[in-house]
């Protein structure tokens, strides 16, 4: 399918700011599912924007503010061309993921800050293979964590998530990496966002890539507790949310501020739209062809 996504954030400052520096990850992967067929970005107050890929091989855009400003405008818009992806399900065994046979995946397989458990541990059944054994911990989730919003923080580790029962879709993924890290199990926090419908409220959204030795990196989302799909575009990727986060930024006030926690108020909005559900189909190509300006921006 081809979606068609807007991600606005607007940054309110209780004081002047003096300077700030800025970097976004908002441009839609490529990937074997995934192909990028437009992208672009406006900040407002205007500013030159820089690209570079970080060691992930997420696309960052940076850019400086040099001009005292009270309010800060992102705005990314992209159309995105996104593919089935089926979930393997042959077994693996445990010894596909000894450190020996991971090589620079390692990376993904050992605990950051935001995926330690604490007393936390996950369960393994007597004969169960590896891969079986993920696909059951992702089916749980749900049942393991509520979702509730305004209860978690962005550096909430995952123990005070198992602790407090309830969080959002970062934090079911900060769970899921730890279950899966304490294992040994390569895993990988992915930011992006997922199509809900014409009437569904959009937001950015996360879930977990887990690496199977035969197929590569398989997503799954823990807060649904099954595998992602077609409806799902990847942004970045990361060990957590720390490196994977939409937006960034440090900021210089014009009088020193003491209560940093009030010091901002952010607002997201996220807009998707469904442009061709099979784009193979002539007459949906056709209609995809002629919509202005979908070559605008970087591409």
């Known amino acids: 399918m081809i979606l068609e996504i807007s991600h606005s954030t607007q940054i309110r400052y209780a004081t002047p700011v003096l300077r700030s520096a800025n970097i976004v ?3 839609p992967a490529e990937g074997p599912a995934q192909h990028r067929l437009a992208f672009s970005l406006a900040v407002d107050p205007d500013a030159t924007v820089g690209t570079y890929q970080d060691h992930w091989d997420n696309e960052i855009h940076h850019f400086s503010m040099n001009v005292i400003h009270t309010t800060l405008g992102i705005t990314a818009r992209s159309h995105v061309l996104t593919a089935p992806r089926p979930a393997p399900v042959e077994p ?8 020996e046979a991971l090589g620079a995946l390692l990376d993904f397989a050992l605990p950051t800050p935001m ?7 996950p369960d393994r059944r007597a004969g169960e293979d590896a891969w079986a054994w993920v696909r059951r911990q992702v089916e749980r989730m749900p049942s393991r964590l509520s979702y509730r919003k305004g209860v978690t923080r962005v550096d909430t580790p995952a123990a005070a998530v198992l ?3 309830v969080g959002v879709c970062q934090d079911f993924s900060h769970v899921l990496l730890g279950f899966l890290r304490s294992q040994g199990i390569p895993a990988r926090y ?3 966002y997922q199509y809900l419908g014409p009437e569904g409220r959009h937001e950015p959204h996360a879930w977990v890539d ?4 035969l197929h590569g990196w398989v997503g799954f989302d823990p807060a649904a507790g099954r595998p992602v799909d077609e409806r799902y575009v990847k942004v970045a990727l990361g060990r957590d949310y720390q490196e994977a986060a939409p937006v960034r930024g440090t900021v ?15 607002e997201v909005e996220v807009k998707m739209r469904l442009v061709a559900e099979d784009p193979s189909d002539p007459s ?12 605008s921006g970087e591409t």
């Open 115 to 121: 995926t330690q458990l604490g007393q936390f541990a």
């Open 210 to 213: 887990v690496w199977h030795p």
């Open 190 to 192: 992915v930011s992006g």
């Open 284 to 295: 949906q190509a056709t209609a995809w062809a002629e919509q202005p300006g979908r070559h």
């Open 92 to 99: 693996v065994g445990w010894e596909a993921y000894l450190p």
């Open 25 to 27: 990850r908002l441009a």
């Open 252 to 266: 210089t006030y014009v009088v020193p501020v003491l209560d940093l926690a009030g010091a901002e108020v952010q």
């Open 163 to 165: 602790e407090a029962g």
